[in-house]
Protein backbone atom coordinates (compact mmCIF):
# COMPACT_ATOMS: atom_id res chain seq x y z
CA UNK A 1 0.00 0.00 0.00
CA UNK A 2 1.67 3.43 -1.02
CA UNK A 3 2.40 5.88 2.18
CA UNK A 4 0.56 8.83 2.83
CA UNK A 5 3.06 10.71 1.98
CA UNK A 6 3.40 9.17 -1.89
CA UNK A 7 -0.18 9.83 -2.02
CA UNK A 8 0.13 13.46 -0.63
CA UNK A 9 2.72 14.28 -3.69
CA UNK A 10 1.27 12.44 -5.91
CA UNK A 11 -2.40 14.69 -5.68
CA UNK A 12 0.04 17.70 -6.10
CA UNK A 13 1.65 16.44 -9.25
CA UNK A 14 -1.76 15.57 -10.71
CA UNK A 15 -3.07 19.15 -9.63
CA UNK A 16 0.11 20.71 -11.22
CA UNK A 17 -0.83 19.15 -14.73
CA UNK A 18 -4.18 19.62 -14.57
CA UNK A 19 -3.82 23.47 -14.21
CA UNK A 20 -0.52 23.81 -15.83
CA UNK A 21 0.82 25.38 -13.04
CA UNK A 22 3.67 24.73 -10.89
CA UNK A 23 2.76 24.85 -7.17
CA UNK A 24 4.27 26.74 -4.27
CA UNK A 25 6.72 25.15 -1.70
CA UNK A 26 3.69 25.64 0.80
CA UNK A 27 1.18 22.55 -0.59
CA UNK A 28 4.27 20.37 -1.41
CA UNK A 29 5.45 20.70 2.45
CA UNK A 30 1.84 20.80 3.20
CA UNK A 31 0.90 17.21 0.68
CA UNK A 32 4.24 15.83 2.15
CA UNK A 33 3.03 16.40 6.10
CA UNK A 34 2.23 13.19 8.00
CA UNK A 35 -1.13 13.53 10.00
CA UNK A 36 -0.42 13.09 13.87
CA UNK A 37 -3.26 12.20 16.61
CA UNK A 38 -3.91 15.71 18.58
CA UNK A 39 -4.77 15.51 22.11
CA UNK A 40 -6.46 18.03 23.75
CA UNK A 41 -5.34 18.85 27.31
CA UNK A 42 -7.77 18.17 29.83
CA UNK A 43 -8.06 21.07 32.82
CA UNK A 44 -7.14 19.60 36.43
CA UNK A 45 -9.83 19.49 38.94
CA UNK A 46 -9.93 22.73 40.70
CA UNK A 47 -8.21 22.30 44.38
CA UNK A 48 -10.05 21.97 47.33
CA UNK A 49 -9.79 25.52 49.51
CA UNK A 50 -7.94 25.39 52.57
CA UNK A 51 -8.84 27.17 56.38
CA UNK A 52 -5.40 28.26 56.93
CA UNK A 53 -5.82 26.22 60.33
CA UNK A 54 -3.44 24.42 62.12
CA UNK A 55 -5.54 21.45 61.00
CA UNK A 56 -6.77 21.14 57.13
CA UNK A 57 -9.12 18.42 55.61
CA UNK A 58 -7.35 15.30 54.30
CA UNK A 59 -7.54 15.38 50.64
CA UNK A 60 -8.76 13.04 48.22
CA UNK A 61 -7.35 10.92 45.60
CA UNK A 62 -11.04 10.46 43.91
CA UNK A 63 -12.18 12.40 40.85
CA UNK A 64 -14.42 15.38 41.67
CA UNK A 65 -18.25 15.11 40.02
CA UNK A 66 -19.49 18.50 41.26
CA UNK A 67 -19.84 21.44 43.06
CA UNK A 68 -23.14 22.86 44.84
CA UNK A 69 -23.80 25.84 46.68
CA UNK A 70 -26.19 24.63 49.60
CA UNK A 71 -28.83 27.05 50.82
CA UNK A 72 -30.81 26.31 53.81
CA UNK A 73 -30.83 25.69 57.31
CA UNK A 74 -29.26 23.94 60.42
CA UNK A 75 -31.57 22.38 62.99
CA UNK A 76 -30.66 22.52 66.76
CA UNK A 77 -32.92 20.83 69.42
CA UNK A 78 -33.39 22.01 73.03
CA UNK A 79 -34.62 20.22 76.26
CA UNK A 80 -35.15 23.33 78.25
CA UNK A 81 -33.73 26.74 78.70
CA UNK A 82 -30.02 26.88 79.92
CA UNK A 83 -29.50 23.91 78.06
CA UNK A 84 -26.86 23.56 75.08
CA UNK A 85 -28.51 23.15 71.91
CA UNK A 86 -28.12 19.79 69.88
CA UNK A 87 -27.61 19.09 66.57
CA UNK A 88 -30.31 17.49 64.85
CA UNK A 89 -29.76 17.98 60.94
CA UNK A 90 -29.57 20.32 58.29
CA UNK A 91 -31.96 20.55 55.09
CA UNK A 92 -31.14 22.77 51.81
CA UNK A 93 -31.49 23.03 48.69
CA UNK A 94 -28.61 22.23 46.13
CA UNK A 95 -27.51 24.45 43.40
CA UNK A 96 -25.07 23.19 40.39
CA UNK A 97 -21.46 25.45 40.35
CA UNK A 98 -19.37 23.08 39.26
CA UNK A 99 -18.70 24.76 36.06
CA UNK A 100 -17.84 28.19 38.25
CA UNK A 101 -15.50 25.74 40.07
CA UNK A 102 -13.75 25.16 37.00
CA UNK A 103 -13.25 28.41 35.71
CA UNK A 104 -13.25 30.65 38.62
CA UNK A 105 -13.04 29.44 42.22
CA UNK A 106 -12.33 33.08 43.58
CA UNK A 107 -15.62 34.29 42.56
CA UNK A 108 -17.16 30.81 43.72
CA UNK A 109 -15.61 31.13 47.15
CA UNK A 110 -17.30 34.79 47.64
CA UNK A 111 -21.14 33.50 46.90
CA UNK A 112 -21.99 31.35 50.48
CA UNK A 113 -21.22 35.01 52.32
CA UNK A 114 -23.93 36.78 49.73
CA UNK A 115 -26.58 34.16 49.78
CA UNK A 116 -26.94 33.37 53.37
CA UNK A 117 -28.31 37.17 53.51
CA UNK A 118 -31.11 36.27 51.05
CA UNK A 119 -34.29 34.17 50.82
CA UNK A 120 -33.49 30.88 49.51
CA UNK A 121 -34.41 30.71 45.91
CA UNK A 122 -37.51 28.91 44.85
CA UNK A 123 -36.13 28.04 41.12
CA UNK A 124 -32.63 28.50 40.25
CA UNK A 125 -30.06 30.89 41.76
CA UNK A 126 -28.65 33.92 40.35
CA UNK A 127 -26.02 35.87 42.18
CA UNK A 128 -23.30 38.01 40.82
CA UNK A 129 -23.93 37.68 37.13
CA UNK A 130 -24.06 33.74 37.18
CA UNK A 131 -26.99 31.27 37.14
CA UNK A 132 -27.23 28.30 39.15
CA UNK A 133 -29.46 25.56 38.64
CA UNK A 134 -30.56 23.22 41.25
CA UNK A 135 -28.88 19.97 41.32
CA UNK A 136 -30.69 18.81 44.08
CA UNK A 137 -30.94 18.39 47.93
CA UNK A 138 -29.15 17.96 51.69
CA UNK A 139 -31.38 16.54 54.54
CA UNK A 140 -30.87 13.80 57.20
CA UNK A 141 -32.56 10.79 57.14
CA UNK A 142 -34.72 9.14 59.40
CA UNK A 143 -31.47 7.72 61.47
CA UNK A 144 -30.01 10.79 61.21
CA UNK A 145 -27.28 9.90 58.46
CA UNK A 146 -26.38 13.33 55.91
CA UNK A 147 -28.19 12.42 52.70
CA UNK A 148 -27.36 13.86 49.42
CA UNK A 149 -30.16 13.56 46.42
CA UNK A 150 -28.52 14.70 43.14
CA UNK A 151 -31.55 14.72 41.72
CA UNK A 152 -31.14 16.31 38.42
CA UNK A 153 -28.61 14.11 37.43
CA UNK A 154 -29.38 10.93 35.19
CA UNK A 155 -29.65 8.13 36.91
CA UNK A 156 -30.11 9.74 40.03
CA UNK A 157 -26.95 9.98 42.71
CA UNK A 158 -28.21 9.57 46.00
CA UNK A 159 -24.80 9.71 48.93
CA UNK A 160 -25.45 8.45 52.31
CA UNK A 161 -22.38 9.78 54.44
CA UNK A 162 -20.83 10.23 57.95
CA UNK A 163 -18.72 12.87 58.98
CA UNK A 164 -14.81 11.70 59.21
CA UNK A 165 -13.37 14.71 60.06
CA UNK A 166 -14.60 18.61 61.16
CA UNK A 167 -12.40 21.51 61.13
CA UNK A 168 -13.20 25.03 62.38
CA UNK A 169 -14.40 27.95 59.72
CA UNK A 170 -11.50 30.35 59.47
CA UNK A 171 -11.54 33.57 61.23
CA UNK A 172 -13.64 36.09 59.08
CA UNK A 173 -16.33 33.70 57.80
CA UNK A 174 -19.72 35.24 57.31
CA UNK A 175 -21.81 34.71 60.76
CA UNK A 176 -24.63 34.65 58.77
CA UNK A 177 -28.20 36.80 59.66
CA UNK A 178 -28.81 35.04 62.91
CA UNK A 179 -25.03 36.26 63.99
CA UNK A 180 -24.36 33.04 65.68
CA UNK A 181 -20.88 31.79 62.96
CA UNK A 182 -19.74 29.91 60.72
CA UNK A 183 -20.65 26.11 60.52
CA UNK A 184 -17.12 23.96 60.69
CA UNK A 185 -15.62 22.37 57.29
CA UNK A 186 -16.43 18.93 56.93
CA UNK A 187 -15.35 15.78 55.58
CA UNK A 188 -17.97 13.38 54.46
CA UNK A 189 -17.65 9.92 53.80
CA UNK A 190 -19.85 7.10 51.93
CA UNK A 191 -21.32 5.70 55.20
CA UNK A 192 -20.92 1.96 55.98
CA UNK A 193 -24.04 -0.32 55.53
CA UNK A 194 -26.19 2.11 53.04
CA UNK A 195 -25.91 1.57 49.35
CA UNK A 196 -23.61 3.05 46.70
CA UNK A 197 -25.57 5.05 44.88
CA UNK A 198 -23.94 8.07 44.22
CA UNK A 199 -20.42 9.90 45.31
CA UNK A 200 -18.61 8.37 47.86
CA UNK A 201 -16.88 11.54 49.57
CA UNK A 202 -18.22 15.13 50.01
CA UNK A 203 -16.68 18.07 51.85
CA UNK A 204 -18.38 20.86 53.05
CA UNK A 205 -16.38 23.92 52.96
CA UNK A 206 -16.41 27.76 52.66
CA UNK A 207 -19.25 27.82 55.22
CA UNK A 208 -21.46 31.12 56.09
CA UNK A 209 -24.03 31.19 59.28
CA UNK A 210 -25.50 27.76 60.60
CA UNK A 211 -24.02 27.64 64.21
CA UNK A 212 -26.47 27.29 67.07
CA UNK A 213 -26.95 29.94 70.02
CA UNK A 214 -24.53 29.38 72.75
CA UNK A 215 -27.88 28.11 75.12
CA UNK A 216 -31.57 27.25 74.77
CA UNK A 217 -34.01 29.95 75.80
CA UNK A 218 -36.68 27.36 75.45
CA UNK A 219 -37.35 23.72 74.93
CA UNK A 220 -38.17 24.62 71.21
CA UNK A 221 -36.26 24.28 67.81
CA UNK A 222 -33.21 26.35 66.54
CA UNK A 223 -33.47 26.91 63.14
CA UNK A 224 -30.22 28.90 61.80
CA UNK A 225 -29.97 30.18 58.03
CA UNK A 226 -26.73 28.88 56.47
CA UNK A 227 -24.98 28.25 53.35
CA UNK A 228 -21.77 26.59 51.95
CA UNK A 229 -20.31 24.83 49.26
CA UNK A 230 -20.29 21.43 48.59
CA UNK A 231 -17.63 18.98 46.86
CA UNK A 232 -19.01 15.80 45.76
CA UNK A 233 -15.83 13.03 44.81
CA UNK A 234 -16.49 9.75 43.33
Known amino acids: MPSLRALGLGLVLLLQ ?21 V ?8 TLPLT ?14 FVAIGRGIQNYTCSGAGAVPVQQGA ?16 LLHTIPAIVVYKPKP ?3 MAVLGQHFNIL ?39 VGPDGTGAVAWL ?5 TGYPSMGPSQVYRVV ?22 EYWFYS
Open 39 to 46: TKPTAPDP
Open 52 to 65: GGATELPSTNLTLQ
Open 122 to 124: SGY
Open 187 to 191: DLNHK
Open 91 to 106: IATLYDATTLARTNTA
Open 17 to 37: VATGKPLSNRAVAAADCKPTG
Open 136 to 174: GNHYFDSASTPTFNLTTVTPLQTAFVAKTLGVSAPAGSS
Open 207 to 228: TAGGMNYPNCTSNSLQTIQYAA
